[in-house]
């Protein structure tokens, strides 16, 4: 049950995955702006699932391009931009729109995570 609710969200979320390698903070929504800490969530969970045998290695290839992604949203400071600020419970699509785009440390975190799950690919350590 679990590895087939992992395969249908999985392959949905493929299905909006932006040019770019990024997810939109409105999945479906083209217009609205790329969000930094999804794609970067989005990223771990696809290529971890895709050395775990759980899904097929084109989601390890699409995690990547989020990654490489995700290293244009990291400044110099180390700091991941592009990321939604305090995301609560709208009542229409405006509202999520609206958020402000801040550093957090759930961004850090997540870009962390996606960082390490694709160095397994290059075996870089440091």
Known sequence: FLTEALRDQAEAVLALQAPSGMWHTLLDEPESY???SASA?????LMKAARLG???????AAGR???????????????VQGV????????????YRD????????GQSLAI??????????GETT
Not at 41 to 45: E, P, R, S
Not at 65 to 79: F, N, P
């Open 34 to 36: 790329e969000e930094t």
């Open 84 to 95: 939604s600020y305090g995301t609560r419970m709208g009542h229409d699509l405006q509202h």
């Open 54 to 60: 759980l899904g097929p290695s084109s989601w390890r």
């Open 65 to 79: 391009r989020a990654v490489e992604a995700l290293l244009g949203q990291i400044d110099g400071s180390g700091i």
């Open 41 to 45: 969530g989005l990223a771990y969970g």
């Open 99 to 106: 958020i402000p785009i801040q550093p957090t440390a759930y």
């Open 113 to 122: 995570l996606a960082l390490v799950e694709a160095s397994r690919d290059t």
